[in-house]
Structure formats: structure tokens, C-alpha cells
């Protein structure tokens, strides 16, 4: 079965800081993965996924993900936080017509 | 132009109503998605249509029923409605049927269902 862990519910980093959400998953399978934000009191929007084509995959607004097999791990990185990063981070891994989203990641920039 | 739209975006209503909720894409997609954000932001598919045809339901009660009759509209049904209901309801669409990298899905703005 597949399952997604998003570890921290909470986020906190100064402005200009790098940014780390962690995303782990299992699969019985090679997976499909995604990150995606949600700004308040908004639906969710696309990031960034990975396709088998490369394991560092880069998205919008600065955001890149590094897909590493023998850590099952997708986590999220940005070199310099933004004010405007401030939202609700979600992974989701994907197999046979449907997402598997993690918690998510509330992500606060402090100025 | 909204790519996936969800009316109504705030529905309050007492528990033992029933209530509807649609939701319209005009991105041309073949596949649509309720999902089910609760109050700690927790986000779980309930249904997937494909062509109008149900392809996935995940052990939804069957209060909820969702009724597609074209492929761009996907709506939602609920029965007598209970307070755990409470929740955000989200529509999203994906252009193909399975999950592959290109099936990027594209949410709807969300419907704050409030039941008392």
C-alpha cells in the first residue's frame, strides 16, 4: 500500500533562509510524485513532479525537489525564503487513478 | 476564465439537509475528482469520474453521491447531513484517466460546508 509522511506539521524560517520540507513515501511500485501549495483560502496548485527523467526536478516560484530512491524521499527545497512562501505545503504520491496526500507542511516565513 | 469552478464556495446548513455542490471545468479534461479537506488540513480523495463513468470511490458513505452529466461537471450530493461532514470540499480534473507524470490536477477554489 502506499502512504506518504510529511515530517513537521509546522515550519518556521526567517526571510532570505533556505527552505526544507520533508516528504517520505513506500510504494510497492515506482511512484509519481508531487508537491503542491495551498495559499489560505485556496485550492491547491501545482508545484512541481517528478518524472522518471530526472531526480532533481524544478518547479515555480524557485521551489526544486530531489527525488532519492534508497531514501524514498521527495523533499522540498528553496535557497532563499520569500514572505509570499508562507502557505500549506502538501506531497502526494500517485498510482492508479488516484493521489495519496501526505498531512501537510505549514510553512511560516518570519520577517 | 476559471479553470475549475465550484459553486457554492460557503454552504451552511442544519444537519438533516440535503445539498448540493457543483463543480465545472472548461480545461477540456476527461477526469474529475471530489476530495475532502477536514480541520487539520487532511486531504482525501472520496471520488473519481472518467468520461462521466465512476472509476474510483473511496468508501464514502452513501449520503454522498456524486452525479456527472458530461465530462466538464462533476457534482456533489449530500444527504442529510451530519456534523462531521463539516469540511472543505475541493473539485479538481486532470487531463487522462490513470495518474502518470503529466497528470498534474487542477483544484477548484474549494467549498466550506458548515453543518449545525
Known amino acids: 500500500a502506499q502512504s506518504v509522511t510529511q515530517l513537521g506539521s509546522h515550519v518556521s524560517v526567517s526571510e532570505g533562509a533556505l527552505v526544507l520540507l520533508r516528504c517520505n513515501y513506500s510504494?510497492?511500485?515506482?511512484?509519481?510524485l508531487f508537491w503542491y501549495v495551498q495559499y489560505p483560502n485556496q485550492g491547491l496548485q501545482l508545484l512541481l513532479k517528478?518524472?522518471?527523467?530526472?531526480?532533481l526536478v524544478k518547479g515555480i516560484n524557485g521551489f526544486e525537489a530531489e527525488f532519492k530512491k534508497s531514501e524514498t524521499s521527495f523533499h522540498l527545497t528553496k535557497p532563499s525564503a520569500h514572505m509570499s512562501d508562507a502557505a500549506e505545503y502538501f506531497c502526494a504520491v500517485g498510482l492508479n487513478y488516484k493521489y495519496i496526500f501526505g498531512t501537510g507542511t505549514r510553512l511560516k516565513v518570519l520577517a | 476564465d476559471t479553470a475549475v469552478s465550484q459553486t457554492p464556495k460557503y454552504l451552511v446548513t442544519q444537519m438533516g439537509n440535503d445539498k448540493s455542490i457543483k463543480c465545472e471545468q472548461n480545461?477540456?479534461?476527461?477526469?474529475m475528482y471530489w476530495y475532502k479537506q477536514d480541520s487539520k488540513k487532511f486531504l482525501k480523495i472520496m471520488f473519481s469520474y472518467n468520461n462521466k463513468e465512476l472509476i474510483i470511490n473511496e468508501t464514502v458513505p452513501n449520503r454522498f453521491s456524486p452525479k456527472s452529466p458530461d465530462k466538464a461537471h462533476l457534482n456533489l450530493h449530500i444527504n442529510s447531513l451530519e456534523l462531521g461532514d463539516s469540511a472543505v470540499y475541493f473539485c479538481?480534473?486532470?487531463?487522462?484517466?490513470?495518474?502518470?507524470?503529466?497528470?498534474?490536477?487542477?483544484f477548484g477554489p474549494g467549498t466550506r460546508l458548515t453543518v449545525t
Open positions: 479538481a480534473s486532470s487531463p487522462l484517466a490513470g495518474v502518470g507524470p503529466e497528470d498534474e490536477q487542477y
Open positions: 480545461l477540456g479534461h476527461d477526469t
Open positions: 517528478y518524472t522518471s527523467a530526472a531526480t
Open positions: 510504494s510497492s511500485v515506482p511512484p509519481y
